[in-house]
């Protein structure tokens, strides 16, 4: 055992005293130097410098003179939109107080499109009901009655139906001046 390990000890020896050599031989080396050129910057502002024979000059563009921006029509004022859409209904709501509640309105059409039950879902036929309630300030739902008629019973029915089994509604928001909320509740049913 110490024949082997005296074996490994003069082993490990040359090799570090051989890679030490050839670390040695790399450094004693000269290394080329990186070339170096001469840079001159010139500031676009300072003119160019005299032309030397046999060079090219270069040409800088003309700028173009600018278009002056033509003068943008003035938006026409919009009318404050008075319909709120969801899921085939939407509501038109009877004076300018209640426009700035479309949050109030979307959850109004949430409920009443919750308790709609459109017999003709799904089927290729078009109809278009309206109807008309009135919801008071603590939510209620009062005064429905079919505005407009599809021409089918059945579709018309379902509408009416739609306001008379939803009775509540949530209270009118605080910050509504008026003391009822007069919709007209358009049902549509779309191919």
């Known amino acids: 055992m110490k024949r082997e390990l005296l074996f490994s000890f003069i082993g490990h020896l040359v090799l570090v005293a051989v890679l030490g050599t050839v670390g040695a031989l790399r450094l004693s080396r000269p290394q080329p130097r990186p070339q170096v050129f ?3 910057l010139v500031n676009p502002g ?5 032309k030397e024979p046999g060079r090219a000059s270069v040409v800088q563009p003309k700028p173009r003179p600018r278009k002056k921006p033509e003068p ?4 026409k004022p919009r009318k404050k939109e008075s319909v709120v859409r969801k899921r085939g209904l939407g509501a038109r709501i009877e004076g300018a107080d209640a426009l700035g509640y479309a949050y109030y309105l979307n959850i109004i059409l949430a409920k009443i499109a919750d308790n709609w039950y459109n017999p003709y879902a799904g089927q290729s036929v078009e109809f278009r009901a309206t109807v008309y309630f009135v919801v008071e300030q ?3 739902v ?3 009655r079919l505005e407009r008629g599809s021409g089918n019973g059945a579709y018309d029915a379902s509408c009416e139906r739609a306001l008379l089994v939803t009775e509540k509604l949530p209270p009118l928001p605080p910050e509504f ?5 007069k919709l007209h509740l358009e049902f549509e049913q779309v191919p």
């Not at 943008?72 to 938006?75: A, I, L, R």
């Not at 001046?177 to 909320?181: D, H, K, P, S, Y």
């Open 72 to 75: 943008k029509p003035e938006p």
């Open 177 to 181: 001046t008026g003391t009822r909320l």
């Open 38 to 40: 001469a840079v001159k």
């Open 142 to 144: 009062k005064e429905v």
């Open 138 to 140: 603590d939510g209620a």
């Open 46 to 50: 300072t003119p160019e410098p005299a």
